[in-house]
DNA sequence: ATGCCAATTCTCAATTGA
């Protein structure tokens, strides 16, 4: 089962990316952020003819997240879950998670996961930023519990270590690598979850977003902030981890590009 | 230190992103 986290950055603006992308790559679960759209307008239809089946949280003109589970893999009924736990006054669209299970392989928990960006970190926006990452530890914890294997994936706006990034000093004092973000980082990891992409390839220069500013996908000027985390049960399965950078090359292309683990059938 | 770019919105300017 292959598991892709994408931020397209408008789901309306990358529809044909993404179409292309799905027909190529085939990846089993797609797990998308930053919609901007609401659900009413969510390209459904063509996404299904793709042979996808999807479930969305959207809302207008920010955030929004969805799961696409490629036929003959489904979404086991009632399994799914909008809003990450913990803050019934929340209503940013960043979480939704789905049990996929299939007729050959063991059931899998994913989660498509938009995490606050966070800056100015003199403002609200970070404290929103810390609370939420909070709240997803305790989620992160409580999904172990029935020991199905769980993938988290999506994009977490943090650059875990200095090899994820460039240019590390330029981000010193970013809500994306502030200590307090880091740290934050690793406490969901502390849960027992590890970093998929990090544990198939240990290389530095390894990023998943170039800023559209200041030539910095010319200058390579990258930064790894999106993570596909992997519970004990999902990491015994883990095969493969790659970055399809390639998509960052195209005309139109989001800021983020995508992330895939490949986890064995069980 | 700021803008650089891209997308969205009750658009022609402001807001957000990272």
Request: aromatic share 8%; proline share 8%.
């Amino acid at each position: 089962m292959r598991i892709t986290t994408w931020n397209v950055n408008s789901i309306k603006q990358r529809l044909p990316h993404l179409l292309a992308f799905l027909d190529e790559a085939r990846p089993d679960v797609v797990c998308l952020q930053e919609l901007k759209c609401q659900d009413e307008a969510f390209p459904r239809a063509e996404i299904e003819n793709a042979g996808y089946a999807v479930e969305a949280l959207g809302q207008k003109a920010y955030n929004g997240v969805a799961l696409l589970v490629r036929k003959p893999l489904a979404i086991a009924p009632d399994s799914v879950r909008r809003g990450l736990p913990g803050d019934p006054a929340d209503e940013q669209a960043r979480y939704i998670e789905a049990l996929i299970s299939g007729e050959t392989e063991q059931p899998v928990r994913v989660a498509s996961i938009y995490l606050p960006n966070g800056n100015p970190v003199d403002s609200p926006k970070y404290p929103y930023k810390l609370a939420f990452m909070e709240r997803l530890r305790l989620h992160a914890r409580a999904l172990m519990e029935d020991e199905i294997p769980v993938v988290l994936a999506g994009d977490y706006n943090v650059i875990p270590e200095p090899a994820d990034a460039a240019d590390p000093e330029a981000w010193r004092s970013d809500a994306l690598f502030l200590p307090a973000s880091r740290a934050a980082f690793r406490a969901i990891l502390a849960e027992g979850y590890t970093d998929g992409l990090r544990a198939c390839d240990p290389r530095d220069g390894l990023y998943t977003f170039w800023d559209y500013q200041a030539g910095s996908w010319q200058r390579n000027f990258g930064i790894r902030i999106d993570h596909l985390l992997l519970s004990p049960q999902a990491c015994d399965r883990l095969v493969s981890a790659s970055v399809q950078k390639h998509l960052r090359g195209l005309d139109k292309p989001s800021d983020h590009v995508p992330v895939t683990v490949e986890l064995s059938a069980g």
